[in-house]
Structures are given as structure tokens and as C-alpha cells.
């Protein structure tokens, strides 16, 4: 099967079926005859004809730290989503939290080659941002900031903040779990901002209410049993993500 006849079999041009195929605009009339051509027929467009032809391979590499994490998965189906919309695929690479994999992984996109990068970023150092300054494809980072390279990221310092200022009437002995500060967003950010947002309520995380966590259930468990061993005067415990306070709820509530 090739694209004139399925040209044919839709009634539209060749030219309409090829800009359908590689992502580019046609009407919607025409998008769905060529769609059910496509699917009763079965046909694959050949992907090595596709490249050749258009000098792009429509893989964008996708670099996670974890998929356990609820907010990152999401992320990762939507990233999904739309490469699929737009015709694209995705491959997938997760680092286990390891910051030096992102490097490593980068390197094998960019060689492979894709067409793009996006990194869920963790913690970016010197060896990043050289790589996004020397890269020979486009990079998005999501949930960091970098000059470097394009960015999608959150306030994570407000909504922080905002969380803070929301808890601080339900009780003064407010503990909290959070990740290294080398982690610009969860770390650093997210921890500045719970901490001015009590701060304006006239409360203060003490050492002894204070813990650094890795990312993952287990650590945010230990951590939190720690906090608990032997007291009683804790009337919060906030986490710096989603993963930890999943596992800080399961050490609570097996109390």
C-alpha cells in the first residue's frame, strides 16, 4: 500500500495524505477520510522513507527520575499524549532519582538520534547546563529552572508558601520532611517558602522537627518514624513530595 493509493481509496491528494502523516495541516474532512482509510487498510508508513524524506526521525526522548511518583506520571502520560497527537513517539528512559543518569541517557537520546529532549529534571549542575549549551537537539526541562535551556517549572515556592499559611491555624508543632537542597525546585524552593509561610504565623521547624528525605516511600516511612519515636508533641508533619508523604502517612497510621 503506498500513499497514492491511499490518496486514492480517501479522495484526497497524495500531498494531503503526506502533511496528515508528518503532522501538517489538513481539514478536518479530510483528516477523518484519510483516518479510516488508514485504519481499514492497516497501513504502517514506512518510518526509514519518513526520516529520509523529511530529515526527522519524530522520536523525542523523554528522561523521568521515577514513574512510582504520582505528579511525574501524570506528567509523563500527558508528555505522551501530545507526541501522539502530533504524531511523534516517545522513549522513555527513568534514572531511579540518579542524577548522573539524566546525563547519561541525554547522551544516548542526542546520539540516537531524536528529534528532541525532555528532561523531568532533579538537580542541575555544571555537567547540565554544558550539556544543554552543546546540544545538538532541542531541550525542554520540566520542574527546574535553568537558563540553559527552555523550561516549564512551577512556583514551587508559593504554592509552598501558600500550604504553609493554610496549616499554620491548625497547629503550632509543625514538622517537616524535605530533600536535599541541591534540588532547586523540591528542595531548596519548596522548603524556603514552608518555612516563610509559618514564619508570618510566628512559627518556627526546629532542628528536632526536621528531616531530609530521599525520594521514594521507604525513606519518607523512616524518616518519619524517626520523627516520631518517643514523642507526642507533633501535630503536622508536611512533606516535600508526594512520595514521601505517602510513606510518612503509612508509618502514621500503622501507629
Known sequence: MTIKEIAQLAQVSSAAVSRYLNGGYVSEEKKERIRKVIEKTGYHPSAQARNLRTKKARLIGVVAPKLSSESIARVTDGIGEVLAEKQFQMLLAVTNNRSEKELDYMRLFENYPVDGIILIGTMISKQHEKFFENSKVP????????????????????????????????????????????????G??????????????????????????????????LQARQLLKGKDDIDIISCATDTIAAGALEENTSR
Open 139 to 186: 531541550i525542554v526541562v520540566i520542574g527546574q529552572f535553568t537558563e540553559k535551556a527552555n523550561c516549564v517549572y512551577h512556583d514551587d515556592y508559593g504554592a509552598a508558601k501558600a500550604l504553609a499559611e493554610r496549616i499554620a491555624g491548625q497547629g503550632k508543632r509543625i514538622a517537616y520532611i524535605g530533600v536535599s537542597r541541591e534540588d532547586g525546585a523540591a
Open 188 to 221: 531548596k524552593s519548596r522548603e524556603d517558602g514552608f518555612r516563610d509561610g509559618l514564619l508570618e504565623a510566628g512559627i518556627t521547624v526546629p532542628e528536632s522537627r526536621y528531616r531530609i528525605s530521599e525520594f521514594s516511600v521507604e525513606s519518607g516511612c
